[in-house]
């Protein structure tokens, strides 16, 4: 790896998961942008604001992953709630398997002298 390289490996590590940690997020409950940035940038390692995920749901609405709702908020305007739709959730599921191989292999590599 060259020492002086543009792109930061946990910036592309968490480019390529994000939208997966968000349907993992909708899987619990629907949920409203803000509540997912809120739970997003509760680890450190997952931040993500707005200006990554609003163009991120607009994708995963595009591709049918996701589903909207506009509701009355008691505290201020109204709030689109996104939900994880059919398809969204064999996305996730077939996700979580592959996450899980891949996670173990890299593991085991970082793991001294078990590889």
Do not use: H
Not at 19 to 27: G, I
Not at 30 to 39: F, G, I, K, S, T
Not at 91 to 105: K, N, P, T
């Amino acid at each position: 790896m060259v020492a002086d390289r543009a792109r930061n490996p946990m910036t592309e590590l968490r480019r390529g998961t994000i939208a997966f940690c968000v349907l993992a997020l909708l899987d619990e409950r629907e949920r409203y942008a803000v509540e997912l940035v809120d739970a997003l940038t509760a680890s450190q390692a997952l931040a993500a604001g707005a200006g990554t995920i609003y163009p991120l749901l607009s994708r995963l609405r595009d591709e049918k992953l996701v589903a909207s709702t506009w509701q009355e908020s008691p505290t201020g305007p109204p709030r689109r709630y996104y939900r994880l739709t059919a398809s969204g959730r064999r996305s996730l599921e077939a996700f979580r398997g592959e996450w899980a191989q891949f996670r173990d292999a890299v593991d085991q590599l970082m793991t001294p002298g078990t590889s």
